[in-house]
Structures are given as structure tokens and as C-alpha cells.
Antibody, heavy 118, light 111 residues
Framework: QVQLQESGPGLVKPSETLSLTCSVS????????WSWIRQPPGKGLEWIGY???????DYTPSLENRVTISLDTSKNQFYLNMSSVTATDTAVYYC????????????WGQGTLVTVSS | DIVMTQIPLSSPVTLGQPASISCRSS???????????LSWLQQRPGQPPRLLIY???NRFPGVPERFSGSGAGTDFTLKISRVEAEDVGIYYC?????????FGQGTKLEI
């Protein structure tokens, strides 16, 4: 059974860095593409970026100067770092995986709410 | 970025009756490999999204047959043949033809 679990601080201060980990079990991290997607409270979905184990990450242009996605195949984990956060970064952050066939996330974590507030 | 527009944003439905959601993209979603990458996701209250349909009309394993997708180019439709209570939620179209991936605003299906 495949499981994705996001972890990290639920509260981050403005101007600081948001750091999240997605722990993947039940499937090798090298067999999927891995993405981060966020959803502000009561709003829609926003793509943050993705990474494949053998390639470079790709980020949505509006966030690319603040975001870093990386992965560790030995730990079967991937990561999100977002610097200089503001209140507009408050959202549920999802990690998700997809294959070349669907090109759309079909594996999802439960999501973690990150609130940016002093 | 490709802009995805969904109609309607809210859809009251009757159990057992059909429902339909439209999605339009600002650019063609046909990839150079010949595939058209338009997907539909369902988000039930308090849950992460779930993939229903990919490449316009392919049902993801485990998705009931009452869900179907159609369309081409820039205009797409998700249909539910007979709405069940468990179908309540928000439906998103997503384009996977280009990065960054982009989503429609979501359509809320309400009984």
C-alpha cells in the first residue's frame, strides 16, 4: 500500500523559510515524478513544482525565486523549502506523485496546513 | 501559463440524475506526442484531491464507470451519468500539457 506523509512545522513566521518533508512508503521514489501542490484555505489548487530523481526540478514561475524541491532516494523522501514567506503562503501543502502515463498526480498525501503568522 | 476556466462554478444536482462540468483552456492541450493532457480530479470535503480521468477520457483504476470525460483541443467535459451522494465535492480540471501545470477554479457539486 502506497502512502505519502507530509511533515513539518504548522506555523512559520513571516520572512522565514517553510520546510516540509514528504515521506513515501510502498513505492520507490525513483519510479514516480514528485510534486508539491498547495491550496489556500477555501480556495483552489496551485502547482508549486516537481522533480524526478534523475532530473532537475521545475518550479512555477511565480514562486521559482523562493522555492527549492529536492529528494533523497536513500530515505525515500522529498522536500520543499520556501523562503521569505508571507501570509499569502498560508495553505494546505500536498505532496503528490504521478507517472508519465497520467502526467497528473494520482498519489496524494493527506496534506499539511502551514500558517504564516507572527 | 495556460489558463483553465470551468463552467459552472457551482452545480446543484439531484441524486440519480446526470451532471456535467465544462472546462476550457487558453491554449490547445495537444502535446507534440499526439496526446491531449487534460485531467479531472475530485476533492471530497476534508480530503486530498483524487484523480478521476486523465488524457481527456481515460478513467483511472478504481473510478466508477459513471464518470466519463470527453473533448478535444481546448474544450472538455466531465459527465456523471447518475449522481450518487458520494459524488459531492469540488471537481477540478487540470492541464498536463505544459509546465507549470494549472488547474481550473473548481466546480462545487451540491446535492
Amino acid at each position: 500500500q502506497v502512502q505519502l506523509q507530509e511533515s513539518g512545522p504548522g506555523l512559520v513566521k513571516p520572512s522565514e523559510t517553510l520546510s516540509l518533508t514528504c515521506s513515501v512508503s510502498g513505492v520507490s521514489i525513483s519510479s514516480y515524478f514528485w510534486s508539491w501542490i498547495r491550496q489556500p484555505p477555501g480556495k483552489g489548487l496551485e502547482w508549486i513544482g516537481y522533480m524526478y530523481y534523475s532530473g532537475n526540478p521545475d518550479y512555477t514561475p511565480s514562486l521559482e525565486n523562493r522555492v527549492t524541491i529536492s529528494l533523497d532516494t536513500s530515505k525515500n523522501q522529498f522536500y520543499l523549502n520556501m523562503s521569505s514567506v508571507t501570509a499569502t503562503d498560508t495553505a494546505v501543502y500536498y505532496c503528490a506523485g504521478y507517472t508519465a502515463t497520467t502526467q497528473t498526480p494520482d498519489l496524494w498525501g493527506q496534506g499539511t496546513l502551514v500558517t504564516v503568522s507572527s | 501559463d495556460i489558463v483553465m476556466t470551468q463552467i459552472p462554478l457551482s452545480s446543484p444536482v439531484t441524486l440519480g440524475q446526470p451532471a456535467s462540468i465544462s472546462c476550457r483552456s487558453s491554449h490547445s492541450l495537444e502535446h507534440s506526442n499526439g496526446n491531449t493532457y487534460l485531467s479531472w480530479l475530485q476533492q471530497r470535503p476534508g480530503q486530498p484531491p483524487r484523480l478521476l480521468i486523465y488524457k481527456i477520457s481515460n478513467r483511472f483504476p478504481g473510478v466508477p464507470e459513471r464518470f466519463s470525460g470527453s473533448g478535444a483541443g481546448t474544450d472538455f467535459t466531465l459527465k456523471i451519468s447518475r449522481v450518487e451522494a458520494e459524488d459531492v465535492g469540488i471537481y477540478y480540471c487540470m492541464q498536463a500539457a505544459q509546465f507549470p501545470r494549472t488547474f481550473g477554479q473548481g466546480t462545487k457539486l451540491e446535492i
